[in-house]
């Protein structure tokens, strides 16, 4: 059954681009003035770097650990990502070469240990449990970006709080902080284990990251151990007015090019797609929806390679290729979304050989007399919310936004030879 498509046009989003910054000035001057008195010559530091598309991440890595260096300490990397990389050490260490964390790049050895210590437990009974090759270090610098969580909403998202928590605890205290999560919220045993874990290890601080609409490096701070938990919660707030956003609430059928753990820890961000990692309707965001966002349908059509097969989170879509379907890596898939005990993210969607039949029953699916009417919009990932493409029945909207301007006239959509989209 083959269907009309609607014609399209691209479309530019004004978004505020951050001011650029030198980041290893701004790492390494906030490094002295808070850490300089604690760290002594000899002292090893682990330095965390965890699996999120970070802007700049080896940048502000090899930043620390030249300044550690600097002052005689003998600082190393220890991945904190929880169960990503197949809950494996050469699994969690290939995720950090792909952003350029390695020896040759930081100057610094990566200690991979999956091996962890049972610290204690929460007030409420939660098992804390964290790395024992971080415990081994004299003290511990996190590194992390602070933003919107994918799977919460509250005073604090994804940030230095979760690496504590989550990502140092390894896959085990991974999937002890989740099974807590189903029970008693994300936040408060992120808060609770984070207190217990900050009492009796040696943290130092953390260098904490925000990004803006455009994926760049807004501004980084620096921030003691004492000041982690009420200072996080402040910037957390930051993080949220710098968030970018589709510019329409109603689509009938996003498509999205790339999906992947570089992109979001869900492959798609929740906040920007209103589908949540624990169900959804196609009719509407559910009660736990981060978004207001009301999309029927979703076509991805591509895996990012720094992905290394971890599809998580293409349970969110209802339509997707055999081609990311071939590039899936189940074991690295299974490990994360049961971990995480939201299985629905590792559910295969209906897959198509082309983009060009994907889109043709996608569109069926909508029940609509005339698709050409179709409100679809394209966007190259959720990270990428500047350029895109859009429905010639989304032209009058654009025209009355000001903060939309058209970069074409309405156009037939373009594909290959091979009956797959051309590139935005």
Same mark, same amino acid.
């Given at each position: 059954?083959?269907?009309?498509?609607? /014609?399209?046009?691209?479309? /530019?989003?004004?978004?505020?681009?951050?001011?650029?910054?030198?980041?290893?000035?701004?790492?390494?001057?906030?490094?002295?003035?808070?850490?300089?008195?604690?760290? %002594?010559?000899?002292?090893?530091?682990?330095?965390?770097?965890?699996? /999120? &598309?970070?802007?700049?991440?080896?940048?502000?890595?090899?930043?620390?650990?030249?300044?550690?260096?600097?002052? !005689?300490?003998?600082?190393?990397?220890?991945? #904190?990502? &929880?169960?990503?990389?197949?809950? %494996?050490?050469?699994?969690?260490?290939?995720?950090?070469?792909?952003?350029?964390?390695?020896?040759?790049?930081? !100057? #610094?050895?990566?200690?991979?240990?999956?091996? @962890?210590?049972?610290? !204690? /437990? %929460?007030?409420?009974?939660?098992?804390?449990?964290?790395?024992?090759?971080?415990?081994?270090?004299?003290?511990?610098?996190?590194?992390?970006?602070?933003?919107?969580?994918?799977?919460?909403? &509250?005073?604090?998202?994804?940030?230095?709080?979760? +690496?504590?928590?989550?990502? =140092?605890?390894? $896959?085990?205290?991974?999937? #002890?902080c989740h099974t807590a999560f189903a029970l008693r919220g994300h936040e408060q045993v992120i808060r609770k284990v984070a207190s217990v874990t900050l009492q009796c290890t040696p943290i130092l601080g953390g260098v904490a990251i925000l990004e803006g609409p455009f994926h760049e490096t807004a501004e980084i701070v620096v921030l003691g151990k004492e000041e982690i938990l009420a200072g996080?919660?402040? *910037?957390?707030? $930051?993080?949220?007015? *710098?968030?970018?956003?589709?510019?329409?609430?109603?689509?009938?059928?996003?498509?999205?090019?790339? +999906?992947?753990?570089?992109?979001?820890?869900? !492959?798609?961000?929740?906040?920007?797609?209103?589908?949540?990692?624990?169900?959804?309707?196609?009719?509407?965001?559910?009660?736990n929806s981060l978004s207001s966002v009301k999309i029927r349908r979703i076509f991805v059509r591509d895996l990012t390679p720094e992905s290394h097969g971890n599809a998580v989170g293409i349970g969110l879509a209802d339509l997707t290729t055999s081609r990311l379907v071939r590039a899936m890596d189940p074991q690295a898939i299974y490990v994360n979304a049961l971990t995480a005990l939201a299985?629905?993210?590792?559910?295969?969607?209906?897959?198509?050989?082309?983009?060009?039949?994907?889109?043709?029953?996608?569109?069926?699916?909508?029940?609509?007399?005339? %698709?050409?009417?179709? $409100?679809? @919009? $394209?966007?190259?990932?959720?990270?990428?919310?500047? @350029?895109?493409?859009?429905?010639?029945? *989304?032209?009058?909207?654009?025209?009355?936004?000001?903060? =939309?301007?058209?970069?074409?006239?309405?156009?037939?959509?373009?594909?290959?030879?091979?009956?797959?989209?051309?590139?935005?």
């Amino acid at each position: 059954m083959s269907v009309n498509f609607p /014609r399209i046009l691209t479309i /530019r989003q004004s978004l505020n681009r951050a001011a650029p910054i030198d980041i290893r000035t701004s790492v390494q001057s906030q490094l002295a003035k808070t850490f300089t008195s604690q760290i %002594t010559p000899g002292a090893r530091i682990a330095v965390t770097a965890g699996s /999120r &598309g970070i802007s700049n991440l080896q940048q502000i890595v090899s930043a620390a650990v030249d300044w550690l260096k600097e002052r !005689g300490a003998e600082p190393f990397i220890v991945p #904190a990502m &929880g169960s990503h990389g197949g809950a %494996t050490p050469e699994g969690q260490a290939s995720v950090l070469a792909d952003y350029g964390i390695t020896m040759e790049a930081v !100057g #610094a050895p990566v200690q991979p240990s999956m091996e @962890v210590k049972l610290l !204690g /437990r %929460t007030d409420d009974g939660v098992d804390v449990y964290f790395s024992a090759e971080a415990l081994r270090a004299d003290g511990i610098l996190l590194v992390n970006r602070i933003k919107p969580h994918t799977d919460f909403s &509250g005073t604090i998202g994804s940030g230095l709080l979760k +690496m504590i928590t989550v990502g =140092l605890g390894k $896959r085990v205290g991974a999937g #002890a902080c989740h099974t807590a999560f189903a029970l008693r919220g994300h936040e408060q045993v992120i808060r609770k284990v984070a207190s217990v874990t900050l009492q009796c290890t040696p943290i130092l601080g953390g260098v904490a990251i925000l990004e803006g609409p455009f994926h760049e490096t807004a501004e980084i701070v620096v921030l003691g151990k004492e000041e982690i938990l009420a200072g996080e919660e402040q *910037l957390f707030a $930051r993080a949220k007015r *710098l968030m970018p956003s589709l510019p329409f609430e109603d689509i009938d059928f996003l498509i999205v090019d790339q +999906m992947g753990k570089n992109i979001s820890g869900s !492959g798609m961000d929740p906040n920007i797609i209103g589908r949540s990692v624990y169900g959804y309707m196609s009719q509407g965001p559910t009660v736990n929806s981060l978004s207001s966002v009301k999309i029927r349908r979703i076509f991805v059509r591509d895996l990012t390679p720094e992905s290394h097969g971890n599809a998580v989170g293409i349970g969110l879509a209802d339509l997707t290729t055999s081609r990311l379907v071939r590039a899936m890596d189940p074991q690295a898939i299974y490990v994360n979304a049961l971990t995480a005990l939201a299985p629905i993210i590792a559910k295969i969607p209906i897959y198509f050989e082309t983009d060009s039949e994907a889109i043709n029953w996608g569109l069926t699916s909508l029940g609509m007399s005339d %698709t050409k009417a179709a $409100r679809v @919009v $394209r966007i190259a990932s959720t990270l990428s919310l500047e @350029v895109m493409q859009v429905a010639e029945a *989304l032209y009058d909207r654009v025209m009355d936004d000001e903060k =939309l301007s058209a970069l074409d006239p309405p156009h037939e959509m373009k594909f290959d030879s091979h009956q797959n989209l051309l590139p935005i």
